[in-house]
């Protein structure tokens, strides 16, 4: 019976009965560790709800009779993995550790105290405890630890060992510490005396020594105080509390505040910096669980350089205690920047990491949480919108604020205060965990077109960077395209001769300038029903009149001796010869086939074969 376990039902049957938790240090509801380093034991206590000699009998003793292998050949006839607590798989855990287990313990329901004691060699045994009810109510499980395993009765591994799977727990834990400490105490006469002689003999060495020097300071030196106390080392034991943070997450997010918040998320990532973001949710249905999850303000300074580690970003705790912090399951490797918590009651406590990664129910939390996260991020995303539209709004409030001889740059002020602190929110997301976003959209299907929304790109008519909403909501009437180009940086993608036709018919055109975009459009070939043009390649499309067909007619009739010698002169360095449609004042540009690799993601394919940068996002 765990400790936790055993406190929670002692505690619930406390609310029906009357006086069961006793009175005194008995009522306590606690858990302590006591290492002693003399006999080798490391003891746990707890005053749960205890058990009697039949209890003992029952679950311990299939520990001893039974261990792991009818554990497994229930679990592989289909026993429900609730339920194979009887089997004592966890309990069964210590003799990992231990030579020896003595469980002590005391119940309500029987008025003697009982010890099993087993060796994990098939034999166990329960007798009375000749030194009586010692414990008033609980359980006190005593590991006589193996030689190689005696650094468990450090006190440093010990609170590391609760800090990491017990810091949660809703009962206090306290551990038994020893420190020593000095203090002044006072010097009886016959050893003050004693002192007094001591340094007077030295005294007389050192006047022998240096006595031209020191000529009659013998006689102030013999006329000093005597020491009245003195310094004495002395040792110190005392109970630490060892898990006093609190699960934020079971608490209801109207009763949390933001500085609470951002403490826990402080305390979770050990980040010196406050979250960006954060999202705290109940999901119920199937599967219920808790869960906090974070987005840092910054990328930590190794994220971008192998993208396929793992990392321990997300804790996965069950009933609070913590199970593991390395599942890959839970979020998909493009949101490894996120952190947090889950919690959830319908997983086992009583299995291996290797059989919860094949737990349906984490799935299931691993898909909610996803589109949790993205639903996170799609609010900043929304507040950006939000805060552009309220820009507009002001520039026209401070327009007629100065026409009518008012301040323009107050118009507005109150609103700016109310919202500075969401500014640039999502602009800050979108420089630390853009390509990851990137990255996602092209290996989750299932979420493309919620990523996609996501994407920010500078264009020919912005610098600022802008959404693919944003960019089909100002596109012309007659425009039936989205087009875009990719590139070192926007200067040289606007002086490009490939977009020359593009930008004097007014259209408006995305620069891509990370190395990243040009394996991303290729799974994004379409978005809100318009299909995305590379504008690098041959064969523009390009919405044209009756006149600018016939136009081009006449063109490909009287520059077609000039398109025949260039191509005999260049020979097979290029695929084709032709009259352009992208330009209007450059004589010549070089453009992409359709199912070839662009300039740019040559360059990105070299930049990836380089030795050192396999696994990185560059």
């Known amino acids: 019976c765990r400790p936790a376990q055993a406190l929670d039902k002692i505690r619930f049957m406390s609310l029906t009965e009357e006086g069961v938790l006793g009175e005194g240090e008995t009522a306590k509801l606690e858990m302590k560790i006591v290492a002693d380093k003399e006999a080798k034991t490391l003891s746990i206590i707890d005053r749960g709800v205890g058990m009697t000699r039949e209890d003992l009998i029952q679950h311990l003793g299939t520990v001893a009779q039974s261990g792991t292998s009818s554990f497994i050949e229930a679990f592989s006839e289909g026993a429900d993995v609730n339920l194979i607590g009887q089997f004592g798989v966890g309990f069964y855990s210590v003799y990992l550790v231990a030579d020896m287990v003595t469980v002590t313990s005391k119940s309500n329901d029987d008025e003697k105290q009982w010890i099993w004691e087993s060796t994990a060699d098939s034999t166990f045994s329960v007798t009375e405890d000749p030194a009586g009810p010692t414990l008033g109510r609980g359980t006190q499980i005593t590991l006589h630890l193996k030689e190689d395993c005696l650094e468990f009765l450090e006190e440093e591994r010990l609170r590391g060992l609760v800090k990491h799977y017990s810091e949660f727990i809703n009962f206090p ?35 022998e020594e240096k006595e031209e020097e020191d000529d009659g300071d013998g006689d102030d030196e013999a006329d000093a105080e005597l020491p009245k106390t003195k310094k004495v080392k002395r040792t110190v034991n005392d109970w630490e509390l060892v898990n006093d943070a609190k699960a934020l997450w079971t608490r209801a997010p109207a009763d949390i505040s933001e500085d609470e918040y951002q403490a826990f998320y402080k305390t979770l990532s050990k980040d010196h910096n406050s979250a960006l973001t954060y999202t705290h949710f109940n999901a119920e249905g199937e599967v219920e669980f808790k869960s906090i999850l974070f987005i840092p303000e910054e990328a930590p300074h190794d994220l971008y350089q192998d993208y396929y580690k793992k990392v321990k970003n997300i804790k996965l705790y069950v009933r609070r205690v913590m199970i593991t912090d390395e599942f890959d399951e839970l979020l998909p490797r493009y949101l490894a920047f996120v952190r947090g918590v889950v919690d959830s009651d319908s997983l086992p406590l009583n299995v291996s990491r290797e059989m919860l990664q094949q737990n349906k129910v984490l799935k299931v939390i691993g898909k909610k949480m996803t589109r949790k996260v993205l639903a996170m991020i799609k609010a900043l995303a929304d507040a950006e919108k939000s805060e552009g539209d309220e820009e507009e709004d002001d520039e026209a409030k401070a327009k007629k604020a100065v026409g009518e001889g008012k301040d323009g740059a107050d118009a507005a002020a109150d609103d700016d205060e109310e919202e500075g602190s969401e500014k640039g929110k999502y602009a800050k997301f979108w420089k630390a965990f853009g390509k990851y976003i990137k990255m996602g959209l092209m290996e989750d299907s299932s979420n493309r077109t919620r990523l996609a929304k996501l994407l920010r790109y500078a264009t020919s008519k912005s610098e600022k960077e802008i959404s693919l909403e944003d960019y089909v909501g100002r596109m012309r009437d007659d425009q039936k395209h989205i087009y875009y180009i990719s590139g070192e940086n926007r200067d040289a993608l606007l002086r490009s001769p490939a977009v020359e036709k593009l930008l004097a018919k007014d259209i408006e055109v995305i620069f891509m300038t990370d190395s990243l975009d040009e394996y991303t459009v290729q799974h994004l070939t379409e978005f809100e029903g318009k299909r995305l043009i590379n504008a690098a390649r041959e064969g523009l499309k390009l919405d044209e009149d009756a006149r600018e067909k016939k136009l081009h007619d006449v063109y490909k009739d009287k520059f077609a001796p000039l398109v025949s010698f260039v191509k005999a002169t260049l020979g097979g360095k290029v695929d084709k010869v032709v009259v352009s449609k992208h330009l209007v004042s450059s004589p010549v540009v070089v453009t992409t086939a359709d199912y070839g690799w662009t300039a740019q993601m040559e360059k990105a394919r070299a930049r990836a074969q380089r030795p050192g940068v396999r696994g990185r996002l560059r």
Do not use: M
């Open 173 to 207: 834990i306290f551990l038994y510490t020893t420190k020593e400490e000095e203090e002044e105490v006072p010097i009886d006469d016959s050893e003050a005396e004693g002192e007094a002689d001591e340094a007077g003999e030295e005294e007389e060495e050192t006047e």
